[in-house]
């Protein structure tokens, strides 16, 4: 019993198993099913289930899971990416820019420029705006908070079954690709390449979650960036598949974001802006370290104590994040026509198309009935949003931005300040606003009906299922080139706009990323 103990646990936690080479091809798979299901009755544990996940179709994993991950990732080549995906990604990347100039003057920018012209630093990198020369761990930070800090950067759900389970923001790899592209002197090409795989593992990391959500179990989802960075990375760098796998170990077993930073009973800080890049910073570190040898644990996934154990009680499909092959999520990702979670676009975009369409004033306004999907009434809709102090939970709370919507028919970056937050009107409105979750609105978020009731005695009701931006009513180039200019012509000329546009859809012909980088300059140092 003692030995067959020995290779169950060799199958669930990842040992080394005596006179198999380190697999399990020749151990009879039924067999070691049957006494995993005893040891898992006797020890009151979920390993069942990942034991299940270890199994790919009918056939055993003969490697660790970052194994696998890092052979894939090894095997992606920029001469497999289809042209429509190759054109998706120009047009993420110059809205993923075009936000990050937005968050430049922020708060949240300039605390953490200040910090790192105070520190110790290499001159590897480029801030945006500044111009200001750093590390790519720096520059990766700061330019990533930058992108973060709107709201206004892409993004993209997860379903389960059919449900959309909760949403994520796929773009914010881009800011650390540039940085470690520009330290290594990359190619436009090199730097598309890592973009398309940065989404792909996005979009398989969170699929492979199950039963409840990572929210629910009191993390952020945005712990992905310590697990998919590291690979993303030593795909730029030309790591082997081993170094990749000491790097994912490295990286993922010391980090990870506490739900705290995004949960419906917390106001919202500073700190939303830099989950991602935080894991982004570790995940270049840990890269580093394992092109120099560094170790780290290799069964970080699947082993005992590893990430499905203990931060996913092992409800964890780790079959669907090794499933990379074929797969283009950047296809799916929808780019934002409005600043505000992506789960409140429906409703907000109901609103604006009523009082633009019926020339609906605020002070006519007796009511405003929002019904919005379950997920964005808990998410955006909780008492400690309702009446924002900050950026970071204005975009956020549906209450607010509905009564902003009304007053200024827009919603964009000029939508939030402190003078907006304490307006009179705005409040006023707020308190008029009534949201109410519909269970069966989840099944096709971010749907929205607005229905406003006015002292004249009319109601105006609209519904939206997919609003501007919608992978289902995607923006046009255009409307992304001009999106992109509503935010640039605050700092740069015409002409500086646009040769930052034509590089960005000329990017495969770009030899060294730098040069993009520092066509993003507007404020020298």
Not at 297 to 323: A, C, R, W
């Amino acid at each position: 019993m003692r030995k067959n103990r020995k290779s169950v646990e060799a199958v669930l936690y990842g040992r080394p198993l005596d006179g198999y080479n380190n697999t399990y091809s020749d151990l009879n798979f039924l067999s070691i099913f049957f006494l995993t299901k005893l040891f898992c009755y006797y020890n009151n544990t979920k390993q069942l289930q990942l034991l299940k996940s270890l199994y790919l179709g009918n056939r055993v994993i003969h490697m660790g899971v970052a194994r696998e991950l890092a052979k894939q990732v090894v095997d992606f080549h920029f001469q497999d990416l289809p042209q429509d995906v190759i054109h998706q990604t120009k047009r993420v990347f110059l809205d993923t820019l075009g936000c990050a100039i937005g968050g430049y003057h922020s708060e949240a920018s300039r605390i953490i420029q200040e910090l790192i012209r105070d520190l110790d630093h290499l001159t590897e990198a480029t801030v945006f705006g500044s111009g200001f020369k750093t590390s790519c761990f720096n520059a990766a930070f700061a330019n990533g908070a930058m992108v973060r800090y709107l709201d206004y950067n892409d993004t993209a759900f997860i379903l389960q079954g059919e449900v959309y389970r909760t949403g994520y923001h796929p773009s914010e790899v881009i800011p650390p690709i540039l940085a470690l592209g520009e330290r290594h002197h990359l190619s436009g090409k090199d730097v598309i390449t890592a973009i398309v795989l940065g989404y792909n593992l996005s979009l398989s990391f969170l699929e492979g979650v199950t039963g409840p959500g990572m929210e629910k179990r009191g993390w952020n989802g945005d712990t992905r960036g310590a697990y998919i960075m590291p690979l993303i990375a030593g795909k730029m760098l030309g790591l082997n598949e081993a170094q990749m796998e000491n790097a994912l170990g490295i990286s993922g077993s010391c980090h990870a974001i506490l739900g705290i930073l995004d949960t419906p009973a917390e106001e919202y800080t500073m700190t939303k802006n830099i989950r991602f890049p935080t894991m982004a910073y570790a995940g270049i570190w840990a890269a580093l370290l394992a092109q120099k040898g560094f170790t780290g644990p290799t069964t970080i996934l699947e082993g005992h104590d590893g990430f499905v154990q203990v931060i996913m009680n092992g409800e964890y499909d780790l079959s669907k994040l090794t499933n990379l092959k074929g797969k283009f999520a950047i296809r799916d990702t929808c780019i934002k026509s409005i600043i505000a979670d992506f789960s409140s676009h429906g409703h907000l975009t109901a609103t604006l198309t009523l009082v633009k369409e019926h020339d609906i004033k605020p002070e006519d306004i007796v009511e405003i009935r929002i019904t919005t999907s379950k997920r964005c009434a808990e998410h955006t809709g909780d008492p400690v949003k309702k009446y924002p102090k900050n950026k970071e939970t204005a975009d956020h709370s549906s209450y607010y931005l509905t009564a902003v919507a009304i007053i200024d028919r827009q919603i964009g970056p000029d939508q939030f300040t402190p003078e907006k937050y304490q307006d009179p009107r705005v409040l006023a409105l707020i308190d008029k606003v009534i949201l109410r979750g519909d269970p069966d609105l989840d099944k096709v978020r971010p749907a929205g009906i607005s229905e406003i009731v006015t002292k004249q005695g009319k109601t105006y009701q609209f519904r939206v299922n997919y609003p501007r931006g919608h992978a289902r009513n995607p923006m046009t180039d255009e409307e992304i080139i001009e999106k992109f200019k509503s935010m640039a012509s605050k700092y740069m000329k015409a002409e500086q706009i646009r040769e930052v546009i034509d590089t960005v859809f000329a990017l495969d012909w770009l030899d060294d990323i730098g040069k993009l980088n520092r066509l993003l300059v507007f404020q020298e140092s």
